[in-house]
């Protein structure tokens, strides 16, 4: 009895076994699908992960280049903006201020361009641009100058005929002249020439000065020798 009993228990378990090895065969693949589907995961985190990098730097190289732009622009617009009146450019200079004139003109020299007239009636025309400093609000400006009546072009008054000695104009923007002058010799470069025609409200108004009737226009060239 006792073999036979063994006997069928052997043979039992000969008999489980196949099925046995097919469960490990299964449980190791399902093992395997489960550490493929945990790398996978991972992979596509990690290129989750650098996509977002890759992203969030560029996004930060766009807004510095934009911010540089910005900064760029603004320096720029600060560059070139408008110093002093607006001003156009002669197309030819008077010959006379080719040389210092022993004497002031006895009328206005005749030069090629049209002033520009601004807001408040001031007329601005360069007769020679400079290339040294530019004349700004609180700088001190030698200058030469002649000034004429624009009613009828007689001079009135010009430091050529005073020896050429220059008159200094400080500071400028809130000098003891004229107020045309204050503003019209802003944006001037030393060297240059410029013509400015003041309306009488600029100029001396209605009362008038020495040799300049109540309410007069005046022209005058003035020569900037140097500005501090």
Not at 12 to 36: D, T
Not at 205 to 216: K, L, T, V
Request: aromatic share 6%.
């Amino acid at each position: 009895m006792t073999q036979t009993v063994n006997g069928q228990k052997n043979t039992q378990q000969k008999q489980n076994r196949p099925g046995q090895r097919q469960q490990e065969r299964l449980m190791r693949q399902a093992r395997r699908r489960r550490r493929q589907q945990i790398w996978t995961s991972v992979t596509v985190a990690v290129v989750v992960i650098a996509a977002a990098g890759l992203a969030f730097w560029q996004y930060q190289r766009y807004t510095t280049q934009q911010s540089a732009k910005s900064t760029t622009t603004q320096t720029t617009h600060t560059t070139t903006a408008q110093v002093g009146p607006k001003c156009a450019t002669a197309t030819s200079a008077a010959a006379v201020y080719d040389t210092t004139p022993k004497a002031g003109p006895q009328n206005p020299p005749a030069v090629k361009g049209t002033p520009v007239t601004n807001a408040d009636g001031l007329q601005c025309l360069d007769l020679k641009v400079g290339s040294g400093k530019v004349a700004q609000q609180g700088s001190t400006v030698s200058v030469e100058y002649s000034g004429w009546l624009a009613s009828n072009g007689k001079k009135f008054d010009s430091s050529y005929d005073h020896g050429a000695q220059p008159f200094s104009v400080s500071p400028l923007g809130q000098a003891s002249v004229i107020q045309g002058w204050n503003e019209g010799l802003v944006g001037m470069k030393a060297g240059g020439i410029r013509r400015i025609i003041l309306p009488a409200s600029l100029a001396y108004g209605s009362q008038g000065n020495q040799g300049i009737p109540p309410n007069a226009t005046l022209i005058f060239d003035v020569t900037a020798v140097s500005v501090q």
